[in-house]
């Protein structure tokens, strides 16, 4: 989740002979929009914004208004320039669909995992915008039960959205969560699994929910306005009255309720970016008192799983990539962890799964991910691990579905650029793996056609910034192909090798596809993480221009060819490096883009704003506004030559909301010196991810790629 007046130059705006078509009448005279030669202008209604004696005009403040007629309307005429503008394109898009919806199998099913004695498994079914969950009890031969089908909670909604999802220890009862908005508002419901009655919808926005081990009682965890999970609930099945177990008044700290993989302790766990701690409660005892791990303090995080009379602890307190320690149930407090698997400055170790016969380390090393397996008991030993090995130079391999504590086998998943979603179950006895299913590509996909690199591009302070490349192998290295470079870089998130279908509609066209591993991200373990955040944001920024003039003067790419993308924190690293240099970019697409920085970090009514000090800094600190400040999108627009430029946003985004967005266009169309096209486009009925439906998603795409491939020159 994940997040700068000038006079207008509209004299000099001019848009493309192709793109002259007028806007409806009706748009182009609703209030709070005007039209320079077709192209839709959101009117300016200053207000003085002053912080530390720092006054800034925004013109545009009031497209936050969103009840206010005068919004829809200016968004209205955004998409419908957009619609036009894009018209000319509307046979490549249908021809991009086409495209990638042939290279799927629409009709399929997921591998089943074994839970509680039944296969449980997710399918699709062609025409069918939304999986179905089933499960079959004791055999993958007995009857199908399908207990959730998000098809038919669909109807008559234009959004659909499954949150939590937990069936009772005995297969009974199923808790869930849906959201129809794209808000983020869930709400919870309970079903019986034995007759699909729907009993219950005990409470509204609800994020996480975890069943006690007597089949009755639920615990849940409520969010507050700024959609913060605050409150921790228990509920038993059949009675009205809930009991408020925990209210966290701290709003940098969500708070977060699960199970251990052993089904003996439900877990409390509350967390901000930098800081955590840990409750407890025996799962057979859903009205006893919860206990502390350890109490918080502060830059230390930790979680905990379960094994037999130790808890597992993964914890910085050692070192910013996480060691591992165990504790005593007895007493689990801090002075009482031994350390069994020591801090590595180079290895990141990003997450534990503990099984009633092994334990198993998720970690990533030079930039990749990795798995290390050890018996149970043996985990302190230096040689007590054994690493699992992995076929390609860029890949990402991550846990499956692992319910059951007691098992012989330890799912996971590995992809790559080229190499689909695979997965496979590792026998702990053999150490072997065996593949259960590869993701079917359709449409004649052959791997053997394309290329795979990892390279380095040296930063400004001399840091080399890991990239990963996919391209045809028949694609000449010689300066002329088109780039499309994409990454993230915020909140210690990786940016993984993953396989992406939709891709090929790129590549197999002769473009280039490259993604940034740059600093704020975690792909190489924390420290990374914490040289791109805070006073150190803007090495995101250069390690981006970095990587792009480096795939420029390695002749990957053209120098006027070379598209960028990103998405949320991505979408500000887009607005940032399109502020710093223009000129290095073609093309730019920005995905629900956290652009008006300070503006939104000032307001804490906001979803995300407190909690999100930690990652960004806080304005009301006049060092950290002066930073902020120096590479806010919005504030740093300016009267230059922008790229050609598409922005997407949606309505009902509640991690970054519309007006960030809407703001930026509005102040680019009044400022930028170029006649290069600029595209807003407006979902009216999503969040964050755009669309729900899976065939709606597509059209997004291919609406994304036309325009990509329009800018690159690319047929």
């Not at 799912?411 to 065996?434: E, H, I, K, L, W």
């Amino acid at each position: 989740m994940s997040r700068g007046s000038r006079e207008s130059t509209r004299g000099r705006r001019r848009v493309m002979a192709a793109a002259l078509v007028a806007l409806p009448a009706t748009l182009l005279g609703s209030p709070g929009v005007r039209a320079d030669a077709g192209v839709p202008m959101a009117k300016k209604k200053p207000v003085v914004r002053e912080l530390h004696g720092d006054r800034f005009t925004d013109d545009y403040f009031w497209l936050r208004e969103k009840t206010n007629p005068e919004v829809i309307a200016y968004l209205e005429a955004e998409n419908a320039y957009a619609a036009r503008i894009m018209e000319p394109r509307k046979g490549l898009q249908d021809t991009l669909y086409a495209e990638m919806l042939g290279r799927i199998k629409e009709t399929d099913l997921s591998v089943p995992v074994r839970d509680g004695g039944f296969y449980y498994y997710t399918r699709t079914e062609q025409g069918q915008q939304y999986p179905i969950y089933c499960r079959r009890k004791g055999s993958l031969d007995a009857p199908e039960e399908i207990y959730l089908d998000l098809n038919q909670l669909a109807k008559g909604e234009k959004f659909m959205a499954l949150g939590a999802l937990d069936v009772s220890d005995d297969g009974n009862l199923v808790a869930y969560t849906i959201d129809t908005t794209g808000f983020r508002d869930y709400s919870l419901y309970v079903r019986d699994l034995r007759t699909n009655e729907l009993l219950e919808h005990p409470a509204e926005k609800v994020r996480s929910v975890a069943w006690a081990a007597d089949n009755k009682t639920l615990f849940f965890a409520t969010t507050d306005d700024a959609k913060r999970p605050f409150k921790l609930h228990r509920h038993v099945v059949g009675e009205a009255a809930d009991a408020v177990l925990y209210e966290e008044k701290d709003e940098r700290f969500d708070i977060d309720v699960t199970r251990t993989r052993s089904k003996a302790y439900l877990l409390l766990e509350i967390s901000s970016l930098t800081t955590s701690e840990v409750h407890y409660l025996p799962a057979a005892e859903p009205a006893g008192t919860w206990r502390i791990i350890a109490p918080r303090q502060d830059e230390h995080m930790y979680d905990v799983d379960h094994r037999g009379d130790q808890f597992f602890v993964r914890t910085n307190q050692g070192g910013r990539n996480f060691a591992l320690a165990t504790a005593p149930v007895t007493d689990p407090s801090r002075p009482h962890w031994k350390t069994i698997v020591a801090h590595r400055p180079d290895v990141m170790l990003q997450g534990v799964l503990v099984f009633e016969g092994q334990t198993v380390l998720y970690e990533r090393a030079a930039g990749l991910p990795r798995f290390r397996i050890a018996k149970a008991g043996t985990e302190a030993a230096a040689d007590g691990w054994t690493a699992m090995p992995f076929p390609e130079a860029a890949y990402h391999v991550s846990p499956g579905g692992n319910p059951e504590f007691a098992t012989p086998t330890f799912r996971y998943t590995y992809q790559s650029f080229v190499t689909p979603p695979s997965v496979f179950d590792y026998d702990f006895a053999t150490g072997t793996a065996t593949l259960r299913k590869e993701t079917e590509v359709l449409g004649g996909y052959d791997r053997t056609k394309y290329a795979v690199e990892r390279v380095e591009a040296t930063a400004a302070d001399g840091v080399k910034v890991p990239i990963s490349l996919v391209y045809r192998k028949d694609v000449k290295k010689d300066g002329t192909a088109p780039v499309y470079l994409t990454a993230y870089g915020s909140y210690g998130i990786p940016s993984n090798v993953n396989f992406v279908s939709n891709r090929f509609s790129l590549v197999d066209r002769g473009v280039v596809v490259a993604l940034a591993h740059i600093r704020g991200g975690g792909d190489l373990g924390k420290p990374w993480h914490d040289q791109g955040r805070m006073l150190k944001k803007k090495n995101t920024f250069t390690d981006f221009i970095a990587a792009a003039e480096f795939l420029v003067a390695q002749k990957y790419g053209a120098p006027g060819r070379l598209a960028i993308e990103g998405g949320s924190a991505g979408g500000l690293l887009m607005g940032a490096v399109t502020n710093l240099r223009p000129d290095l970019f073609k093309a730019v697409v920005a995905q629900v883009p956290f652009v008006d920085v300070i503006n939104t970090m000032s307001d804490t009514s906001l979803p995300l704003t407190v909690g999100e000090f930690e990652e960004w800094g806080n304005p009301a600190n006049p060092a950290e506004y002066a930073y902020i400040k120096s590479y806010d999108p919005y504030r740093n627009v300016t009267a230059q030559a922008y790229p050609a430029m598409l922005v997407k946003t949606s309505l009902n985004d509640s991690q970054v909301m519309y007006w960030e967005p809407a703001k930026y266009v509005a102040r680019l169309r009044a400022l930028k010196t170029d006649t290069r096209p600029l595209v807003f486009k407006v979902n009216m009925a999503a969040g964050h991810g755009g669309s729900s439906g899976r065939y709606d998603r597509l059209h997004e795409v291919a609406f994304d790629y036309s325009f990509i491939l329009w800018q690159l020159n690319v047929d």
